[in-house]
């Protein structure tokens, strides 16, 4: 495999609704940024590049089909190679790693990796319904129906089996809601405090509004490029920004469909199959992790998305990553819901099961410099959404993916003050992020992980 | 000049075929509720499944309707996809059973909406099923036992 570099990108507003635009067109503005960034203009841009990867979730919320190629078009890439990929809420990170793949197996040197959604075409309820569909339609969704509820379920357990409350989640949707303020591409840029966040309507008990992302219109784009694409980019007038941002590895993982069919699997099993070396080396985490299978908790079980773990671990091996706490330097995760972020910092190593809850309460996810109202009682150590994650950025499905490796990349680039026009975001000296795409309630998770060249 | 925004309807009849998990709705139908068990290992999904995930052997049917069964999550929904919101609000649960190894999503009722707690998980519960059956999941529903 070749080396892979995350070289420019964009992101078009997230908004409710973008009736201004086609969806076409909103891709274009997230296109002509990230051409833009490049010093390029849209004709020499078009001679360079290879190929795409489209990335867009449901073909019910634009009905149309083949909205793929009515993008190709549009950007000028015809009739260069391209292909749709759709994985539920990991579509846009799935489209990432196949552009990764794309230029990391030599079949092109500059990928474009672009996703939308358009979800503003429909009312809210029929919106759900739409994302619902990604539940099993023999035995899940005529009896659910609801996302919402699928999650409130699964945390309902992980309050029961590790005391995790309303109130540790809450602090994510006030920490990632703040984070936004500060991030001119977000959809909700509002300070929030815990009582806001419980006081909100009640969507599916214990979530409430304040606790789930929001439908959203966007788009976002990621160039990808091979050594040979940054000279090819360079000969043609283009400016590759240094220090270069290389993709150090990818993971994926699958689980079943019906979140009831994930297995409880034993303690040994979960040694020896899932857990991480870091974990392996602590007596005192064995210990715990004994401690707890012996009152019964089991593994994924609904409390713990599997795929996710294997994704962490796969990107953390050939990443080089021991210890994520202290290796990476920023997450961007999926938290399509406050509960879901705990549940993934569990997943991705940041703490050990069942200490999600204290940890988000804790202040370590948080940035430092910014008031969050809250009274934390530890130093920032690892920023989780810096960006605002989908919470208060929003989530048109296909985009939020790449939305996660654009600001990420300007992270790892240091320029998220250029970008933002505010510097309150910039991870200092950041040197290697995480992104974590995640469908449905855990089938497919990817984990990339981004490293600057010094 | 501003968008011009229009409707556009749209409307489709699936004919949805249940396929080699249809005597678990002929059973429901006749107020059993079937599971699928490996024959070998013995594994056994409450919700149904032809193949065992692990051996790919064809499964067999059980019948569990008298097992003990009780809450492992729980929820309430008060918003939901349009199909759904004139039950708001709705009760989620996930259920486990005796000597099964996987859970069974279904309806809570006989329980009030408004007095959800962590309380009712472990809580022991029985299947009910519905006088005429519409052969669909909710054809079986859950009460306090």
């Known amino acids: 495999m070749r080396s892979v570099y995350a070289i420019s990108g964009g992101v078009s507003k997230f908004a409710k609704?973008?009736?201004?635009?086609?969806?076409?067109?909103?891709?274009?503005?997230?296109y002509d940024e990230a051409i833009s960034d490049l010093g390029l203009d849209f004709r020499t841009f078009t001679g360079v590049a290879d190929g795409s990867v489209a990335s867009y979730f449901s073909d019910h919320f634009s009905r149309q089909l083949m909205a793929g190629?009515?993008?190709?078009?549009?950007?000028?890439?015809?009739?260069?190679?391209?292909?749709?990929?759709?994985?539920?809420?990991?579509?846009?990170g799935l489209c990432f790693q196949e552009a990764w793949k794309s230029v990391a197996s030599g079949d092109m040197d500059v990928c474009v990796a672009y996703g939308f959604e358009t979800m503003s075409h429909v009312e809210t309820w029929k919106g759900n319904e739409f994302i619902a569909l990604a539940s099993d339609v023999s035995w899940d969704y005529p009896v659910g129906g609801f996302y919402s509820g699928y999650y409130a379920m699964m945390v309902s357990r992980h309050m029961k089996?590790?005391?995790?409350?309303?109130?540790?989640?809450?602090?994510?949707?006030?920490?990632?809601?703040?984070?936004?303020?500060f991030n001119p591409y977000a959809q909700k840029r509002n300070r929030y405090t815990i009582e806001d966040v419980r006081n909100a309507p009640m969507?599916?008990?214990?979530?409430?509004?304040?606790?789930?992302?929001?439908?959203?219109?966007?788009?976002?784009?990621?160039?990808?490029?091979?050594?040979e694409g940054l000279a090819r980019i360079e000969q043609a007038g283009g400016r590759v920004r240094r220090?270069?941002?290389?993709?150090?590895?990818i993971g994926r993982g699958t689980d079943a469909m019906r979140m009831s069919d994930r297995p409880h699997v034993g303690y040994d099993t979960f040694m020896r199959e899932y857990a991480t070396e870091q974990e392996k080396s602590s007596d005192e985490t064995l210990s715990y992790y004994k401690e707890l299978w012996d009152h019964g908790t089991r593994y994924p079980g609904v409390h713990s998305f599997r795929a996710g773990r294997s994704a962490g671990n796969m990107a953390y091996k050939r990443a080089g990553i021991v210890n994520p706490l202290e290796d990476l330097d920023f997450v961007e995760l999926h938290d399509a819901y406050t509960s879901s972020e705990i549940q993934t910092y569990e997943d991705l190593g940041l703490c050990?099961?069942?200490?999600?809850?204290?940890?988000?309460?804790?202040?370590?996810?948080?940035?430092p410099g910014i008031d969050y109202g809250l009274d934390l009682p530890d130093d920032p150590v690892l920023p989780v959404n810096p960006s605002g994650g989908l919470i208060a950025c929003g989530h048109p499905v296909g985009a939020t993916g790449l939305m996660q490796a654009?600001?990420?990349?300007?992270?790892?680039?240091?320029?998220?003050?250029?970008?933002?026009?505010?510097?309150?975001?910039?991870?200092?000296?950041a040197r290697r992020g995480a992104i974590h795409s995640h469908a449905g309630t855990g089938t497919y998770v990817t984990v990339s992980i981004l490293e600057r060249e010094d | 000049m501003a968008p011009i925004q229009i409707e556009q309807g749209y409307s489709i009849t699936y004919l949805h075929s249940y396929g080699q998990d249809s005597p678990w709705f002929a059973g429901a139908t006749n107020k059993k509720l079937l599971a699928s068990r490996d024959p070998e290992t013995g594994y056994t999904y409450a919700t149904p499944r032809g193949h065992d995930m692990y051996t790919g052997e064809e499964t067999e049917w059980v019948d569990i309707t008298d097992r003990k069964a009780s809450v492992h999550a729980v929820t309430v929904c008060y918003f939901g996809s349009e199909e759904f919101l004139p039950e708001t609000p709705y009760v989620l649960a996930l259920i486990q059973y005796e000597g099964v190894d996987t859970l069974f999503l279904t309806r809570l009722m006989g329980v009030d909406p408004?007095?959800?707690?962590?309380?009712?998980?472990?809580?022991?519960?029985?299947?009910?099923?519905?006088?005429?059956?519409?052969?669909?999941?909710?054809?079986?529903?859950?009460?306090?036992?």
């Open chain 1, 17 to 30: 609704a973008r009736p201004d635009k086609t969806f076409q067109a909103v891709i274009k503005e997230a």
């Open chain 1, 69 to 92: 190629i009515m993008a190709q078009d549009y950007l000028g890439l015809l009739p260069k190679p391209s292909h749709r990929v759709e994985g539920g809420g990991a579509t846009g």
């Open chain 1, 161 to 181: 089996e590790f005391g995790t409350t309303p109130e540790q989640m809450a602090a994510v949707s006030v920490k990632n809601h703040r984070n936004a303020y």
């Open chain 1, 203 to 227: 969507v599916a008990w214990p979530l409430t509004r304040l606790d789930i992302c929001v439908m959203s219109d966007g788009a976002a784009v990621t160039i990808l490029a091979s050594e």
């Open chain 1, 243 to 249: 220090p270069l941002v290389k993709v150090a590895g």
């Open chain 1, 352 to 367: 050990r099961y069942g200490e999600g809850g204290p940890f988000a309460a804790s202040g370590k996810a948080f940035l």
């Open chain 1, 406 to 429: 654009v600001f990420s990349m300007w992270q790892l680039q240091g320029t998220i003050n250029e970008h933002f026009g505010d510097a309150t975001l910039q991870v200092q000296d």
């Open chain 2, 114 to 145: 408004d007095a959800v707690s962590l309380d009712w998980i472990d809580m022991e519960v029985k299947p009910r099923f519905l006088r005429n059956s519409k052969l669909k999941p909710t054809d079986v529903y859950f009460v306090p036992a």
